[in-house]
């Protein structure tokens, strides 16, 4: 086995660790991703469906991160050792 191979075959060895030892993982994963490419590199304006695109994925970002920090807040808190001392 290559060194590539030997790196790969860890790699899934360790993520399937990962994903068996996470308590709050659902059963699925589902990734959806928008078609929108913009190179920065050569890009001077935006076209008004890259502007569209862009402001899609502000909306769905900002759901994603108010619907994890409802989710994170729902969890049972663990007391940290400092608090429990009152540092």
């Known amino acids: 086995m290559n060194s590539i ?3 790969t075959s860890g790699q899934i060895r360790r993520n ?3 994903l068996a030892d996470a308590k709050y993982l659902g059963e699925r994963i589902t990734s ?3 078609p929108l490419q ?3 590199a050569y890009t001077t ?3 008004q ?3 569209h695109g ?3 994925l502000q909306i769905e970002a900002a759901r994603t991160a ?3 920090a409802d989710k994170a807040a729902a969890l049972p808190m663990k007391p940290r050792r400092d608090r429990a001392k009152g540092i």
């Open 45 to 47: 304006h935006l076209s």
């Open 32 to 34: 959806k991703v928008l």
């Open 38 to 40: 913009i190179d920065v």
């Open 16 to 18: 399937r660790k990962l």
């Open 66 to 68: 108010i619907g994890a």
């Open 5 to 7: 191979q030997a790196a």
């Open 49 to 51: 469906d890259q502007i």
């Open 54 to 56: 862009l402001e899609a």
